[in-house]
């Protein structure tokens, strides 16, 4: 009958972060030339050790879960494995209990309805933002093309008035001229006259 094991292992990478995946993947490669299937590796990441060991204070743990036919004892297999590598520093494997086992998965649940979560308030703010730096831009074009508008809309009342004005002056200029053309005959009449009553 299959079971579901958990294996946990603490890597020394204060000479070469590398062997992390060195080590795990000769962990993984064992369990499936083995016969066992893997379910999950997580890495947790480097930790401060609980207490020192071989002179270190930190490490890497790795967690790799699989499933396995409980006759083929893999756990004693890569346990073996572990003893004869000097950059695990510790290691321990054994048998997930169902209660764990829904434990840890709604653990999994819990975890990536938080992560949704997060993505989705960042993806929020981030269309927040963007909207906010539109938003400036937009009022400025409205502004210039308003401005520009204005300008048009003013020119063309300045040349009427100029055009007005300069008609009033003609008209003036007119009026005067007539004035003077009518005033000019009536000098000639009162010349005629003056003339006749001398003759008389």
Excluded at 24 to 43: A, F, K, M, Y
Excluded at 111 to 128: F, S, V
Aim: proline letters at 3%.
């Amino acid at each position: 009958m299959d079971k579901l094991y958990c294996t946990i292992f603490i890597v020394d990478i204060s000479q070469n972060p590398e062997e992390v995946d060195t080590v795990t993947s000769r962990i993984t490669q064992l369990i499936e030339d083995h016969g066992g299937v893997i379910q999950r590796v997580n890495p947790w990441g480097k930790r401060r050790l609980a207490y020192e060991i071989k002179k270190r204070t930190h490490g890497y743990y790795v967690e790799i879960e699989f499933t396995a036919n409980s006759r083929l004892n893999i756990p004693r297999i890569i346990e073996e494995e572990y003893r004869l590598n000097d950059r695990v520093l510790r290691y321990l494997t054994y048998v997930v209990s169902k209660e764990e086992l829904a434990q840890r998965r709604l653990n999994e649940k819990r975890e990536k309805k938080a992560q949704e979560e997060a993505a989705r308030r960042a993806e929020e703010a981030r269309a927040q933002l963007a909207e906010r730096s539109e938003a400036p831009a937009e009022a400025s074009e409205t502004a210039a093309s308003t401005e520009a508008e204005g300008e048009k809309t003013t020119a063309p009342a300045e040349g009427q008035a100029v055009a007005e004005g300069g008609a009033e002056e003609s008209a003036v200029t007119v009026d005067n001229n007539g004035t003077a053309e009518e005033e000019a005959p009536a000098v000639e009449q009162e010349s005629s006259e003056d003339e006749t009553t001398e003759g008389k």
